[in-house]
């Protein structure tokens, strides 16, 4: 949850510089630098590559971590209980269940964080604590 949380006020703030969200999977490393200019339509890795958040294999976490337009109105890579246009960025369990347990219980979880911070939980995780 927290780096869907980190993932959401980085994506905030690179609105705030640049007028529209980043938006698609952080994927790999991420590599490269950002583009000048961005575009119309900039990937959630332009986060990385424009400072917004650190470099790390983003593949490697057993999540797929989303950046998301919260101004669009299409569907989200990560459904739940808010308005679509409301996430700014989500994760999805992405390798089943939990490495540390033999449970199956976290195999749906996630996260979603809506455009004023507030953490959503699908899939059956826990609800954030107020």
Known sequence: M????????????F???????ARNVLK????????SPL???????????????GA??????????????GDATTSSPCQGSAPVNNY??????????????DKK???AWGYAVDRNGNVISLGGAPQPKS
């Open 15 to 21: 609105r705030l510089d640049n007028g529209i969200y």
């Open 39 to 53: 575009g119309s339509a900039p990937e959630g890795c332009e986060l990385v590559r424009c400072k917004y958040l």
């Open 88 to 101: 700014v960025a989500c994760a999805k369990r992405s390798v089943g269940e939990s490495p540390c347990t």
């Open 2 to 13: 927290s780096f869907v949380k980190v993932i959401a006020s980085a994506n905030r703030m």
């Open 56 to 69: 790390q294999d983003w593949s490697s976490l057993g999540y797929t971590y989303n950046a998301i337009n």
């Open 105 to 107: 219980t976290y195999k």
């Open 28 to 35: 790999g490393t991420c590599a490269g630098s950002c583009p």
